[in-house]
């Protein structure tokens, strides 16, 4: 489905709600991950509001689409992307990470029901999209329409089980299964190519048999487009290689390890300190950047 | 004597005893069980002969899936079928699955609440000149420690078909344990089987000690009853099928008509079967307990009858359980 002008303003105003939304969740919890979710916005957005076939009113309608986060911590994207698409009030996700809380700090089915697994450890997600597809593909064949996406981290590619998964969807020709991996090339303890090197990425997929396609992760246009290439190539998976700027939308954020695991408020502070770290973010988020002169406009 | 309610095979003491492995029973259980239900799919890492998915392999290679030498993505793999509405029955050694792949099966399986049997083949020490690495006896701790797991420990290959058959609906993660060898045929066809009930195999007037005994070793104590009782020594003896949910009302009327009880397992004694008992009889029902299983070792090469002696856990062994608990107050 091609994406109209109005629908891609449409997207990235969407986009930018989803990022406060979420920043507003993490001020409020004091703890989580700022820089993963800030960085997967834009292919949330793309997800939730464009190209997954669900409906939130019906979560467990049964021809849905299935949508499996592999690293749990990035899960206020998930949350956020879910209450502002209607699944649950978007007022609640200012619970998150509080005892009670259907929003536990990485996603847990016991807690809300519609998700469709709970996750944390990392490098399993891919698996269970592969199970989610092999279970299609025995009921409906290799003609399938319906799809499973798997959002996988790059670092989580360093855990033997991600390619033990990959060399099972190649291997069983799962046309059903779409993997996007943010590459955006850190991790908790630093940059992935020093911590350890994942380059060639893209060779060692299409090694797997896997139909590969590497994007700007923040040009919902593209995103769009890889989704509905993804949907013409039989015979094998898709993984779409979406090259992503951690903390994207806060200048001061992006491209910063440091920001994986804090909330603002606890991270670095030599660009902002702690106490106005939340503040600027909302500010830029509220402005664009700056390209709004007003919050208020 | 033997419980006759039970309908328990008449000839299980005889030199000539039909002996058929466990695991042969969860083969046939499982082609049942694919007949009955469209929605039950085998995964095998790498073992489908040995653990006996053959069976269910040829007859419906369509849900079958081979997953190669990775057990991790076994059991995560078998969570997302489960998500889909699949029951999915995933084998391997035990060693590997449940031990290898422990967190997969907590997080994807458990934690999730998914509706996976994980079946552990080659369990115990009597897999024999393998050696030790392929000895699990310490599966029954990991398993039964992790929430919402169902636990259990067939004695012969009749209760492992009747096993696999119940796992299928359960509606929970289910760990089933079994062996390598061919063991002593116990049960008949008719005898009952339910999970997370307790059955008294052997019977006395006045019974002195409980022995509590689960999977093939059960044979074992059932040999020493017979024993003691000739030495004028009464006991009875239980079959502990399912380890969890423990049948702790069976249990605790055991420990008040006896006193005194022996737990038997092919199993590390740290953590397993006799350990859930001792939970159990110390907050309900204090009493002496002897724990006949492995005694912090690993294993090694032998034969299986070599290596049920050497680490203690043969009819001379549990004899002296008794004879030493008898002197207990």
């Known amino acids: 489905m091609e994406i109209t002008d109005e629908k891609l303003i449409e997207l990235k105003e969407k986009a930018n709600d989803i990022r406060i939304s979420l920043i507003e969740a993490l001020i409020k919890a004091g703890s989580g991950h700022t820089a993963g979710p800030l960085g997967m916005a834009d292919i949330f957005t793309t997800l939730f509001f464009h190209t997954l076939n669900h409906d939130p009113k019906k979560p467990d309608w049964a021809e849905r689409d299935r949508l499996v986060l592999s690293n749990g911590h990035i899960c206020p994207v998930l949350y956020s992307a ?115 090197p994942l380059e060639s990425l893209s060779d060692k997929w299409r090694a797997w048999n896997w139909n590969v396609i590497e994007i700007d992760g923040h040009n919902i246009e593209e995103i769009a487009d890889a989704f509905e290439q993804a949907k013409t190539v039989f015979g094998k998976p898709t993984v779409i290689i979406a090259h992503t700027i951690a903390g994207k939308g806060v200048e001061e954020f992006e491209q910063d390890y440091r920001w994986h695991g804090n909330p603002p408020g606890k991270g670095p502070t030599d660009k902002i300190p702690a106490d106005k770290q939340g503040e600027v973010a909302l500010a830029e988020l509220r402005t664009l950047g700056g390209k709004i002169k007003s919050e208020h406009q | 004597m033997l419980n006759p309610n039970l309908k328990l095979n008449e000839k299980m003491f005889d030199k000539d005893v039909e002996q058929i492995p466990i695991r042969q029973g969860f083969g046939e259980g499982l082609l049942e069980a694919g007949e009955k239900n469209l929605q039950v799919v085998g995964l095998c890492a790498d073992l489908t002969e040995s653990t006996k998915m053959n069976l269910f392999k040829d007859k419906f290679p369509n849900r079958f899936i081979q997953m190669g030498v990775a057990e991790q993505n076994l059991a995560s793999v078998a969570s997302g079928l489960a998500a889909m509405g699949k029951i999915p029955f995933i084998s ?67 209760e492992a078909k009747k096993a696999t058959l ?44 409980g022995i509590i005994a689960t999977g093939a070793l059960l044979h074992k104590a059932l040999l020493s009853a017979k024993q003691l009782e000739a030495s004028g020594i009464e006991v009875e003896v239980m079959n502990l099928g399912t380890i969890k949910p423990l049948d702790e009302k069976a249990i605790v009327t055991l420990a008040k008509k006896t006193g005194k009880i022996i737990t038997v397992e092919e199993h590390q004694i740290r953590g397993g079967m006799g350990s859930a008992v001792a939970e159990s009889l110390a907050k309900n029902y204090p009493v002496p307990i002897e724990f006949i299983g492995v005694d912090d070792q690993f294993g090694q090469s032998g034969t299986p009858e070599e290596l049920i002696e050497y680490y203690g856990m043969g009819v001379g062994s549990i004899v002296k359980a008794v004879n030493k608990i008898l002197k207990r107050q």
């Not at chain 1, 020709?173 to 911590?195: F, K, M, P, S």
């Open chain 2, 92 to 158: 391997s050694y035990a060693m590997f699955s449940p031990g290898r792949n422990w967190e997969q099966i907590r997080t994807t399986i458990c934690y999730n609440n998914r509706p996976v049997k994980i079946v552990g083949s080659h369990a115990g020490v009597s897999v024999g000149p393998d050696g030790g690495t392929h000895q699990a006896i310490e599966d029954i701790a990991i398993t039964r420690v992790i929430p919402r797991m169902v636990v259990i420990s067939p004695c012969d290959s009749l």
């Open chain 1, 82 to 196: 879910m209450a502002h698409a209607g699944y649950f009030p978007v007022e609640e996700l200012k619970t998150l990470r509080q005892f009670g809380s259907r929003l536990q700090g990485h996603p847990h089915r016991d807690f809300l029901p519609m998700l469709e697994t709970s996750s944390g450890p990392l490098a399993s997600g891919l698996s269970q999209a592969v199970g989610m597809a092999l279970a299609d593909k025995i009921d409906h064949g290799l003609t399938s329409k319906r799809r499973i996406y798997a959002l996988l981290s790059d670092g989580e590619l360093e855990s033997g089980q991600s390619w033990e998964a990959a060399m099972l969807g190649g291997k069983e020709r799962l046309h059903n299964l779409v993997a996007v991996v943010d590459r955006n090339n850190i991790q908790i303890d630093g940059y992935t190519e020093e911590v350890m």
């Open chain 2, 166 to 209: 119940a796992s299928v609906d359960t509606g929970t993660p289910v760990y089933l344990r079994l062996a390598r060898e061919k063991t002593p045929v116990m049960t008949t066809t008719e005898t009952p089987f339910k999970i997370g009930e307790a059955q008294i195999f052997w019977q006395s007037t006045k019974p002195q000690v």
